[in-house]
């Protein structure tokens, strides 16, 4: 099971960026998905998550109103749109599967993790 993630790179403040995170291997029809962050010298920390159907999601709070999470079932991937970009947005971003369909914070309870993509937000 490999979950790829994508889309990351070099913006300005003000920009927007759209990650992608494709699973291969198994379905995730069933299961949140979620996206988490980490910054040198920092906990990895969370971002978005939602539920299977998308029907549910939920934001921490520095990025709410600004990105959006969804999600293609069909495409078996997760989008994670980022705008109005910060440079304190800037960090290694990781899609995660949930082990069942809860949307949470809570790191333990997603067993899969992508291998992350970079976001540099210049000033």
């Known amino acids: 099971v490999q979950l790829q993630a994508s889309g990351g790179g070099l913006v300005q403040a003000g920009d927007s960026l759209r990650l992608s995170c494709t699973a291969s291997?198994?379905?995730?029809?069933?299961?949140?998905m979620g996206w988490f962050r980490q910054t040198p010298g920092k906990e990895r920390e969370f971002v978005a998550a939602?539920?299977?159907?998308?029907?549910?999601?939920y934001y921490a709070d520095s990025v709410k109103g600004r990105f959006t999470i969804s999600r293609d079932n069909a495409k078996n991937t997760v989008y994670l749109q980022m705008n109005s970009l910060k440079p304190e947005d800037t960090a290694v971003y990781y899609c995660a599967a949930a082990f069942g369909n809860a949307v949470t914070t809570y790191q333990n309870y997603y067993a899969s993790w992508g291998q992350g993509t970079l976001v540099t937000v210049s000033s």
């Open positions: 939602i539920n299977w159907n998308g029907g549910s999601t």
């Open positions: 291997g198994r379905r995730f029809n069933n299961n949140a």
